[in-house]
């Protein structure tokens, strides 16, 4: 666990029992393999599952698992963007007893976890489980332009152009770390950009 405070803790994925249903969400095709010991116990919920399949081929609604399986609803997206949006929907009709579980990339963590806090849902309900890549969105604390995917400690801002400094201060709030000038105080002196996120 990291020393800084606004750093967040991440958890295996596990079920909830405290839920009357349960959404697994996931940006990828399938599951990481530690993952997938918490999604079968949701999977004898009859839990849901989101996945991202980055496809063009992939079609509109629910897809039906194969005979002898027990039947579960399973929604594969083109992208996180119709993800989310459907997401959006759901939650604005949905009850109390959603249990929502994210599986993924930081950002798409924070996506899932904001979307779910706009539309009434407590941090208890909502549970993280970070995989994959750890590069960083960045928000320029200038001008607000956020920056994905950076794998680097200084990256140049896309809106305002300054020079940022990848600090390891994550706003849960922007789902993202800040990003600030790295010569504010001494203009022109920039230090060689590292690779820390891969």
Known sequence: MSAIKSRPAYRPLALDPSGARHLLLTDRPGLPQDAVSGATALEATGAEVWTIAADSRVLAGPAVRAAG?????????????????????????????????????????WDVRNLA???????????????????????????RTVANGVTTTIVTCGGCGARLFVRDHFSRLLGGFQGVQVDAETPGEVPAAEIAYP
Request: charged residues 30%; contains cysteine.
């Open 69 to 109: 399986d027990a039947l579960r609803v399973r929604r594969a997206f083109r992208s996180r963007v119709l993800m989310l949006e459907r997401l959006a929907h759901r939650l604005a009709a949905e009850r109390m007893g959603l249990r929502l579980y994210a599986v993924g990339t930081e950002d798409f963590l």
């Open 117 to 143: 806090a706009a539309h009434g849902m407590g941090a208890e309900e909502v549970h993280l489980t970070h995989h994959g890549s750890r590069r960083r969105r960045v928000i320029c604390v200038h001008c």
